[in-house]
């Protein structure tokens, strides 16, 4: 699952240039943009902070996964 908030926050930044602003490489960037990978709750919160849109709008795969919370209930 694509996460378009993320890439639209990126804008006209590269990945390598996200990546370094958040202590990752542009490949860990880019796993997030393209839901393979997801940051950690602090980086999650920092991107909140930054882009002025809620971590579950941004993230809304981690925050909606069924399966996961089906595990978790």
């Given at each position: 699952m694509v996460r378009v908030?993320?890439?639209?926050f990126r804008?006209?930044?590269?990945q390598e240039e996200m990546g370094?602003?958040?202590?990752?490489?542009q490949q860990t960037w880019s796993n997030w943009e393209r839901?393979?990978?997801?940051p950690s709750?602090?980086?999650m919160?920092?991107?909140?902070?930054?882009?002025?849109?809620?971590m579950e709008v941004t993230f809304f795969d981690v925050f909606n996964?069924?399966?996961?919370?089906?595990?978790v209930i």
């Open positions: 908030k993320l890439i639209e804008g006209e930044r590269s370094s602003k958040y202590g990752v490489t839901g393979i990978k997801t709750p602090a980086i919160r920092q991107i909140e902070i930054e882009s002025g849109l809620a996964n069924l399966k996961l919370l089906k595990r």
